[in-house]
């Protein structure tokens, strides 16, 4: 919660400091995925375990950071053109991108609250039908909208910085799940549905 209310509060000052004037899409959907996951999505956790310190640490940096750079690339930079094309297209991904990692995450927490004793089990519904880690397509898709949006480096380089981090990590969490559970669905794959 702590680590990413930053890049609600880093651009959104930049932006009100700068009289209110930068690329208003966009800011809404850096601020609105950060506020999602700092100030509603913790509240849904049933028994949150503790971060360690230092993952909290260099959350923190880097959200910090991106949130510098995103704000300033924002507010700053007006001077980036944007078709209504890539707005459109761009605001559908991110919507679409967002819908399934808000969907992700209720379907988690759901089972977790039915079946409090049970420890870890498989989730299914939505698209973890096709992929271990929706919540983390989710997120990829919403950030690919988000740069799409902007048409800038920043929001490129965030991008592809989403893309490499939840590829590997949902790498790392389908391997779990096969290894747990010997009924986990064989074609259900990691992360693109039918493809990895």
């Not at 959104?12 to 004037?21: D, Q, V, Y």
């Not at 096969?178 to 990691?190: G, I, L, T, V, W």
Request: with cysteine.
């Amino acid at each position: 919660m702590t680590q990413e209310m930053w890049s609600c509060f880093i651009p959104l000052t930049l932006f009100f400091c700068n009289s209110g004037m930068g690329h208003k899409l966009p800011l809404l959907f850096l601020v609105g995925h950060y506020a999602y996951r700092s100030f509603v999505f913790p509240f849904w956790l049933q028994q949150p375990k503790p971060t360690p310190l230092h993952v909290w640490v260099a959350a923190c940096i880097f959200v910090v950071y991106n949130g510098i750079l995103q704000g300033t690339q924002l507010v700053f930079c007006r001077h980036v053109q944007v078709t209504p094309a890539q707005t459109v297209f761009g605001a559908i991904m991110w919507g679409f991108g967002f819908a399934v990692d808000v969907q992700s995450d209720l379907i988690l927490q759901n089972l977790r609250r039915r079946n409090p004793q049970q420890g870890y089990q498989i989730p299914n519904g939505g698209l973890y039908k096709l992929v271990s880690c929706p919540n983390y397509l989710g997120e990829t898709i919403e950030w690919t909208g988000y740069a799409i949006t902007t048409n800038s480096l920043a929001g490129f380089a965030f991008a592809f910085y989403t893309f490499a981090n939840l590829a590997a990590r949902a790498r790392h969490h389908h391997k779990w799940y096969k290894e747990r559970f010997a009924d986990y669905p064989a074609n259900r794959k990691a992360y693109v549905p039918y493809l990895w």
